[in-house]
């Protein structure tokens, strides 16, 4: 099995350790692991901020990279969602039908990560140990776009040592929202903070999710109120081993 | 009247489209008003809970949603031909059509029948469409005075306030507040905060109404085409008073009410008060066609108002926003609204729809923040009953606001605008984005402390900054660290070669 990982913008930006778990994590699992470089973004950013045509550019040039991949693991279930909900859309709109269809044979073989492990390779045990107390934060895009379900929860169930504690409210936005974070800078605040106290109340070590840009927002937070508590990607819970625990926990 | 004067409500909310400020801008006032924000909160918890349950036991939830999506859609298609189909049948049945364009058409047109029937008082059903053609202050300047019988609507209209939820008008009122409200405005002196006595002193301020008013005006849940007949639900029979006392009854429907066929409203009624207020059943649904011949109304009126309906039925994405039946359930579900309430929306319509429906019906030409204010969490299109996309939407909606920009010359004074422009153009090439990358790290590299955070930021970074800190940019991309890995495979492979 050869995986292409596509890393996305912000994660190769600001979060290189958890591509790096990624790659630690498929090669112990047999799977090899190809990085193509001429990768960038998906073009969420864009198409959640109106601008359509920028977007397009950017799904346009990533569904051509990927044309010939046997199967591509993204870590970010908002991009998977960005690339499963508007990628037919903006093809349809846009008017390349071609493309579309040469979407619609790629699509497929694209992956979130948790969905790679457990409908691809089939694992649920991937030989992980961390011994910490977790909560975990469904995000919005993989709780309803991708609907994950229990797919993280039983991966997390099998990390040896691992404590988890469910969240209250568990499909309650972070208030992240990319550009809305900003433009709607208020009220993005006030959902953060409404969250956050439920992400406390757990008294959990670390928050986890599938997705950082909502651990960018909360240990934005975490970090500015100076609590205890660490945000960390699940790609490095499950990358980590008794041998090699996981490296730059925020 | 100076006893008024002086309780007037200071910061009233604007619930104009074309006068409200934006939306971030609405929102900071609410956002610090922690009454508000727990009146809110705890209401809405109520019947969150109370809609779970009733949705929970309805085994073919899905199956019901996927057909009122249907017949809705089925209606939408024929709009035009159910319409006149109800005309034809309404008209048989003894009832008067009348056709509004807009809100001032439809205003006129009420004012005439009223005038005609020579009231200078009217009882009003609880409707959103009337409060979306701003009728109340129109009919009060031209000398008839809009009595609302609704318990929500009463104590907003007593005290000087504004909707902030379609369903439950006075959801950001507490009981002591409305016992302030009712005990000011009828003169009652000593006014327990026990519902009881609250219900008791709306009920007996109502039944002088009731009694004496000859006109009312109400809105419709739904127009059956089939047999001509109006369709309200309702929880208090106040409704049921105003549908059947008076001798003038007008009622106000939008276009996209009309359903084909009587059995649909088997579907509908199923999801309405399930998803509205978390009953199996709403406790008055009225239903009637014309006039009958010495009982009720003997002269009914029915407006359909279009009022930008028809600009939306032409949208491709947008046209599904027609489908809503007005049940709430995706302001309630809502994590922005949960924060702010309906009056930052700037509209009668808040929440959700609202940021979908009233650009539409602006035309786009107000309400532009709107679309935006959103996180696209997606729980309104989970909770819909009628499966409307609202994240679909809001990114349709949202990019003819920036199609719009790309137009004029604000585009170049707006920080978002630039830094989009650019990011494009960096993600357009792997090398820019890599040198973006390496200077976006220098840049920050400034801002960043000794414990490797973020604290503020200038300029829009100022907006994250202002409850978040930002970890600094890591020394090495994931992609540096890729190729530092491969080249040292390659390496290690010739070595051992």
Redesign the interface.
Same mark, same amino acid.
């Given at each position: 099995m050869r995986a292409s990982l596509f890393?996305t913008?912000y994660?190769?930006?600001?979060?290189?350790?958890?591509?790096?778990a990624v790659?630690r994590l498929l090669e112990r699992l047999g799977v090899e692991v190809e990085?193509r470089?001429?990768?960038?973004?998906c073009?969420q950013?864009?198409?959640?901020?109106?601008?359509?045509r920028?977007a397009f550019?950017?799904a346009r040039?990533l569904v051509r990279m990927y044309a010939d991949a046997e199967a591509v693991v993204i870590p970010s279930s908002s991009c998977v969602a960005m690339i499963r909900d508007?990628y037919s859309?903006l093809f349809e709109d846009l008017g390349d039908e071609p493309l579309r269809r040469e979407f619609a044979a790629l699509a497929p073989r694209v992956y979130e990560l948790s969905e790679f492990l457990i409908d691809k390779l089939g694992v649920e045990d991937v030989g992980a140990a961390f011994p910490h107390r977790v909560t975990y934060h469904a995000s919005?895009?993989g709780l309803?776009?991708l609907e994950l379900g229990e797919r993280p929860f039983r991966l997390l169930g099998k990390v040896r040592g691992l404590e988890l504690v469910r969240l209250e409210n568990p499909?309650?936005?972070c208030?992240?929202?990319?550009?809305?974070?900003?433009?709607?800078?208020?009220?993005?605040?006030?959902?953060?903070?409404?969250k956050l106290d439920d992400v406390l109340r757990t008294k959990a070590e670390f928050c986890t999710a599938l997705d950082n840009s909502c651990l960018?927002?909360l240990?934005?937070?975490m970090?500015?109120q100076s609590q205890g508590m660490k945000t960390i990607h699940m790609a490095q819970i499950l990358a980590s081993t008794e041998d090699q625990p996981a490296e730059s926990m925020? | 009247m100076s006893a008024l004067a002086e309780h007037e409500v200071i910061d009233r909310p604007i619930l104009d489209p074309a006068l409200a400020p934006p939306?971030?801008v609405a929102?900071?006032p609410l956002?610090r008003n922690t009454q508000l924000r727990g009146n809110l909160a705890h209401a809405i918890d109520v019947i969150q809970a109370r809609r779970a349950r009733l949705v929970e036991e309805k085994t073919d939830w899905q199956a019901l949603r996927a057909a009122a999506s249907q017949i809705k859609d089925e209606a939408l298609e024929n709009l035009g031909a159910l319409l006149e189909q109800f005309e034809e049948r309404c008209t048989r049945a003894g009832g008067k059509v009348h056709w509004a364009a807009d809100a001032a058409g439809a205003r006129k047109i009420i004012l005439e029948i009223l005038r005609e029937a020579g009231v200078d008082q009217v009882i009003k059903i609880k409707t959103m469409t009337s409060a979306e053609i701003q009728l109340n202050p129109f009919l009060e300047a031209s000398g008839v005075h809009a009595c609302e019988t609704d318990l929500a609507e009463i104590i907003l209209q007593l005290g000087d306030g504004e909707p902030s939820h379609i369903v439950v008008p006075a959801l950001h009122v507490n009981r002591g507040q409305v016992r302030e409200i009712f005990a000011r405005r009828m003169g009652i002196e000593h006014l327990s905060d026990d519902p009881k006595a609250l219900t008791e002193a709306a009920r007996n301020y109502l039944r002088q109404k009731f009694l004496t008013v000859p006109a009312a005006i109400s809105g419709a849940n739904f127009l059956i085409a089939e047999t001509g007949s109006v369709v309200v639900v309702e929880s208090e029979g106040n409704g049921r008073m105003c549908l059947t006392l008076p001798q003038t009854l007008i009622t106000l429907a939008g276009i996209e009410k009309v359903l084909p066929r009587f059995n649909d409203l088997e579907v509908m009624l199923q999801l309405l008060a399930r998803s509205a207020t978390g009953e199996r059943m709403n406790p008055y649904t009225s239903l009637w066609t014309g006039v009958t011949r010495g009982d009720g109304p003997q002269r009914f009126h029915i407006i359909l108002l279009d009022n930008g309906r028809s600009s939306i039925l032409a949208r491709k994405t947008g046209r599904q926003t027609l489908r809503c039946i007005r049940c709430g359930a995706c302001m309630n579900a809502c994590?922005?609204y949960?924060?702010?309430g309906g009056h930052?929306y700037g509209s009668v319509y808040p929440g959700p729809i609202g940021a979908i429906l009233t650009p539409q019906l602006e035309q786009m030409r107000h309400a532009q923040s709107l679309?935006?204010?959103?996180?696209?969490?997606?729980?309104c299109?989970?909770v819909c009953p009628v499966r409307i996309n609202i994240p679909?939407v809001l990114?349709e909606l949202?990019?003819?606001?920036?199609?719009e920009e790309r137009k004029g010359l604000s585009r170049f004074f707006d920080p978002?605008y630039i830094g989009?422009?650019a990011?494009?153009a960096?993600? *357009?090439?792997?090398r820019l984005?890599h040198a973006a990358?390496r200077a976006?790290r220098i840049a920050l590299g400034f801002f960043t402390r000794r414990d490797g955070?973020i604290?503020s930021l200038p300029g829009?970074g100022a907006?994250?900054t202002? *409850?978040?800190?930002?970890?600094g940019?890591?020394k090495?991309?994931?992609?540096?660290?890729?190729?530092g890995r491969t080249r040292g495979t390659r390496e290690q492979r010739r070595y051992r070669a």
């Open positions: 890393i913008c994660n190769d930006t600001l979060f290189p350790e958890t591509g790096r790659v990085f470089a001429g990768q960038t973004c073009g950013m864009h198409a959640n901020s109106g601008f359509r920028e550019c950017q040039r508007q859309g919005c895009h309803r776009a499909d309650r936005c208030g992240f929202g990319g550009t809305f974070s900003v433009k709607n800078g208020g009220v993005s605040s006030a959902m953060l903070a409404a960018m927002h240990g934005g937070a970090h500015r925020q | 939306f971030p929102a900071l956002l994590p922005v949960r924060q702010t930052a679309p935006f204010a959103s996180s696209l969490c997606g729980a299109y989970e679909e990114l949202r990019a003819r606001v920036t199609d978002m989009l422009r990011a494009h960096m993600f *357009s090439r792997a984005f990358q976006g955070w604290h829009v907006k994250w202002v *409850s978040r800190d930002l970890r940019l890591p090495q991309t994931f992609h540096e660290w890729w190729q």
